[in-house]
């Protein structure tokens, strides 16, 4: 495996800015709101886990960053999900945090502590093997690491039966980073999903929006978080091809 390239992070007032991309991690200081409100609600996650008939569900996100959407993610899904059932959270990162600067961007939420303890723990464990079991065996976090395009390409190809049922498009604003928002990404991201599948972003760029739409997405808006205008979200209608 080639070495990592962590990460180039700076601290303003606490929260962690990406020197590389020129932004921040968040937004404001309501991280978890924002969270909540753009990937978790706009996935409509809590209705689709409650009473989950399946033996598991697989969310696929594009920049891990500090994995505050996955610890928010894994944290509804045992509060709400069958315990019988898991979460597989796969998500590609380009430039990992370094360890010391994933604890120190967990200051940041002390109300989450139980849970960033875990994480904290097992993550140099998860960069090194690249997936790691959370949370008596409840969650499995697989890290990708390397661009989302070519990662979630190479993970198609690996595993062709693999199937998304939410995606969290994250990453840096299309206008900041827009290699990640190449049209590969959204053509991969059609091959992993089905009929079921739903896909939220923070951003609402035009670009973004027809390139998931000529990808087979059905893309709505809605009012974006805090100071953002509008945000998209929506369910793949396009062909089927995970089986
Ligand atoms: C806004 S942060 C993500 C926040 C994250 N989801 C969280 O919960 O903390 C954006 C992340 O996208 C990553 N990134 C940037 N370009 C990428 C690419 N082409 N492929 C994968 N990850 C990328 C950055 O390194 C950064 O960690």
Do not use: C
Not at 23 to 45: C, H, I, P
Not at 116 to 136: C, D, G, H, T
Not at 196 to 211: E, I, L
């Amino acid at each position: 495996m080639a070495p990592i390239e962590y990460g180039q992070i700076s601290w303003q007032n606490g929260l962690a800015y990406s020197e590389q991309y020129q932004d921040v991690y968040y937004n404001s200081d309501k991280g978890l709101l924002e969270t909540d409100y753009v990937f978790l609600q706009a996935n409509r996650l809590a209705e689709r886990w409650l009473d989950y008939p399946n033996a598991s569900f697989t969310i696929a996100e594009t920049g891990f960053g500090t994995g505050l959407n996955f610890l928010l993610a894994a944290k509804l899904w045992l509060d709400t999900a069958p315990v019988k059932a898991n979460l597989h959270f796969i998500s590609a990162e380009k430039h990992p945090l370094s360890p010391t600067d994933m604890s120190k961007a967990w200051q940041q939420w002390p109300a989450l502590k139980p849970f960033s303890e875990a994480l904290i723990a097992l993550y140099p464990k998860a960069l090194e093997q690249r997936s790691v079991s959370l949370f008596n065996q409840r969650v499995r976090l697989s890290l990708l690491i390397g661009d989302a395009a070519a990662a979630y390409q190479s993970l198609s190809q690996q595993q062709p039966n693999i199937e998304v049922d939410a995606w969290f498009l994250d990453g840096f604003s299309p206008a900041k980073n827009p290699d990640m928002w190449q049209d590969r990404l959204f053509l991969q991201m059609a091959l992993l999903s089905n009929s079921h599948t739903s896909f939220a972003t923070f951003t609402s760029a035009s670009a973004v929006r027809r390139k998931l739409m000529a990808a087979g997405f059905q893309v709505n808006k809605q009012a974006g978080y805090a100071k953002k205008r509008e945000m998209l979200y929506g369910q793949y209608a396009g062909a089927s091809h995970a089986t």
